[in-house]
T-cell receptor
């Protein structure tokens, strides 16, 4: 099992550009989520999904879109990047509610 | 939404000293999870506590869940340089079905 795979590992964008952060898991987990990590702020939930076709907003959803067309994939889209979105992004998955989270290796995004 | 507060934000210790981080919630938690993130790495699940007053040990790490299920602690005995990292607690958010994380405690161990 590869676990949770995130691509790319690093990305530099200019303000206003769009991009998609990819996340895939091969553990047949129902729940998937995206977090951003900023210094001193811990892990803040952006969007999450409790199954294919179901998504919902977390604590900091503005500027991000998600979709969940398959159980395996949960991409995160930045439609118009802003410097405030410079961060490290983690995708995570778990079996269900209250189950331990399995994290990907993260994507370090810089927006100039 | 529900929040978990974690203190301290940073802790410097000499190798061999003990370390404790605390997690507090204003509401009762059904469970609490602990994660460790090494510098440059991703969070890795350590343990989950479910029962009131529960104590679990993993070698030099001791995890406790308060009697009221509103607080938890992680204690490391005789720290080693391999313990360096950020320790997070995470509790149910009450709405999103996905855990809400504390801000973490970064442990720095001086040899």
């Amino acid at each position: 099992n590869a676990g949770v795979t995130q691509t790319p590992k690093f990305q530099v964008l200019k303000t206003g550009q769009s991009m998609t952060l990819q996340c895939a898991q091969d553990m047949n987990h129902e729940y998937m989520s995206w977090y951003r990590q900023d210094p001193g702020m811990g892990l803040r939930l952006i969007h999450y999904s409790v199954g294919a076709g179901i998504t919902d907003q977390g604590e900091v959803p503005n500027g991000y879109n998600v979709s969940r067309s398959t159980t395996e994939d949960f991409p995160l889209r930045l439609l118009s990047a802003a410097p405030s979105q410079t961060s490290v992004y983690f995708c995570a998955s778990c079996l269900g509610q209250d189950s331990p989270l399995h994290f990907g290796n993260g994507t370090r995004l810089t927006v100039t | 939404g529900q929040q978990v507060m974690q203190i301290p934000q940073y802790q410097h210790v000499q190798e061999g000293e003990d370390f404790t981080t605390y997690c507090n919630s204003s509401t009762t938690l059904s469970n609490i999870q602990w994660y460790k993130q090494r510098p440059g790495g991703h969070p890795v699940f350590l343990i989950q506590l479910v029962k009131s007053g529960e104590v679990k040990k993993q070698k030099r790490l001791t995890f406790q869940f308060g009697e009221a299920k509103k607080n938890s602690s992680l204690h490391i005995t005789a720290t080693q340089t391999t313990d360096v990292g950020t320790y997070f607690c995470a509790g149910p958010s009450g709405g999103s079905y996905i855990p809400t994380f504390g801000r973490g405690t970064s442990l720095i161990v001086h040899p």
